[in-house]
T-cell receptor, first 114, second 114 residues
Framework: GAGVSQTPSNKVTEKGKYVELRCDPI?????LYWYRQSLGQGPEFLIY????????DSGLPNDRFFAVRPEGSVSTLKIQRTERGDSAVYLC????????????FGPGTRLTVL | AQSVSQHNHHVILSEAASLELGCNYS??????LFWYVQYPGQHLQLLLK??????LVKGIKGFEAEFIKSKFSFNLRKPSVQWSDTAEYFC????????????FGTGTQLKVEL
């Protein structure tokens, strides 16, 4: 079946601009996660949704970062006033059963802030 | 908060050599443990997982890992590597109870030479 999809695959923007990154989870998966991976590092947790609500947003680095999942399926990660330090690969994952916590990852969006 | 250490950052092996990648975690409670693999140009894929069952876990492609609670370790092993195992390997931990974030190590880049 179809896996997690993310769009765009690459995004280049200028410092100070606003960006939106989209994640389409595996159909039927109730849990959705966003991570950020910088060069040479493992993925770092940003936010977790169970259904429509953000169950854990403790990983969001500051208030420039925001994510929504209005219908409990597709999610959008929004970054305001982008900074060069925001450059990274943004990964989305979904899970069929949060209690088992097995997460399936998408290909990521590579964000470059010039 | 939990943390993960992967001590081997780069490993180079010849085909048919045996592999062991180290992973140690820090957390005061019970955990689920994972190994993910990222082949060149591909997204993160689950290699194997531990969910409080048999401490010796079998995964795909001949990989296995052993959870040693007293050592807080979850080392990945394969008796005979192939060139196609060239990839980056990430160990991850999550507290049990469901819905929790994965905390990843920094990854081990494995190169298998013919």
């Amino acid at each position: 079946g179809a896996g997690v999809s993310q769009t765009p695959s690459n995004k280049v923007t200028e410092k100070g601009k606003y960006v939106e990154l989209r994640c389409d989870p595996i159909s039927g998966h109730t849990a959705l996660y966003w991570y950020r991976q910088s060069l040479g590092q493992g993925p770092e947790f940003l936010i977790y949704f169970q259904g429509t609500g953000a169950a854990d947003d403790s990983g969001l680095p500051n208030d420039r970062f925001f994510a929504v999942r209005p219908e409990g399926s597709v999610s959008t990660l929004k970054i305001q006033r982008t900074e060069r330090g925001d450059s990274a690969v943004y990964l989305c994952a979904s899970s069929p059963e949060p209690s088992r916590n097995e997460q399936f990852f998408g290909p990521g969006t590579r964000l470059t802030v010039l | 908060a939990q943390s993960v250490s992967q001590h081997n950052h780069h490993v180079i092996l010849s085909e048919a050599a045996s592999l062991e990648l180290g992973c140690n975690y820090s957390y005061g409670g019970t955990v689920n443990l994972f190994w993910y693999v990222q082949y060149p140009g591909q997204h993160l894929q689950l290699l194997l997982k531990y969910f409080s069952e048999d401490p010796l876990v079998k995964g795909i492609k001949g990989f296995e890992a052993e959870f040693i609670k007293s050592k807080f370790s979850f080392n990945l092993r394969k008796p005979s590597v192939q060139w196609s195992d060239t990839a980056e390997y990430f160990c991850a931990v999550s507290p049990t109870g469901g819905g929790n974030k994965l905390t990843f190590g920094t990854g081990t880049q494995l190169k298998v030479e013919l």
